[in-house]
């Protein structure tokens, strides 16, 4: 059965944003650059691919499907971009959004739980759960794995890696791996 993952890059102090939707702050280097390339390229936009030396048709090697809340499809939005993963199926979880105009990108109003139920269903690659803080909250007792990026910087303040109801949960750290500039990846697995 597939898996969801919830693949997401941390500030020291647990911010996946600034207060504002800002993640320019993360310090983002080669190494880290060359590391995505190679081991999780399909989590790089479409649209980025080109400028950092990847084929826009790079294969898959993990995920085959996104899903991904409002704050995390914005920001290709504000850029005219509306299918920013075009290489791999793609759901926004809005109930504000209204309507997605490319036939790409699936909105889900209502129910990700279900709809991520539905997914492990289904054959392919793993789920990536990209974000954000209250989609992951609210998917919390469906997430199957988490990959830690925790970039050495401390935001204060802003979009939190979990935003919900206190609900503590259980993961096993299964390995970490350093990947310069003082970036640790970690892998967790639920209890």
Aim: charged fraction near 25%; hydrophobic fraction near 40%; proline fraction near 7%.
């Amino acid at each position: 059965m597939r898996k969801l993952v919830y693949f997401v890059g941390l500030s020291l102090d647990g911010y996946i944003a600034g207060p504002n939707g800002e993640i320019d702050f993360i310090p983002v280097g080669d190494d880290m650059w060359e590391w995505l390339r190679a081991e999780y390229p399909e989590t790089l936009p479409t649209h980025v691919r080109p400028h950092i030396g990847l084929a826009a048709d790079a294969p898959n090697q993990k995920f085959d499907s996104l899903v991904m809340g409002r704050g995390t499809y914005d920001p290709a939005l504000a850029i005219g971009v509306t299918s920013p993963y075009a290489h791999m199926k793609q759901y926004v979880v809005s109930s504000t959004l209204g309507r997605i105009d490319d036939p790409a990108v699936e909105l889900v109003e209502r129910d990700p739980v279900g709809l991520v139920r539905e997914l492990k269903r289904q054959d392919g690659k793993d789920i990536w759960l990209a974000g954000g803080g209250l989609l992951a909250a609210a998917l919390l007792a469906e997430i199957d794995e988490l990959v830690i990026k925790s970039y050495p910087v401390v935001a204060g303040t802003g979009v939190p890696a979990f935003a919900g109801e206190f609900r503590p949960t259980l993961f096993r750290p299964t390995e970490r791996k350093a990947i310069g500039d003082g970036v640790q990846v970690s892998w967790f697995t639920r209890t």
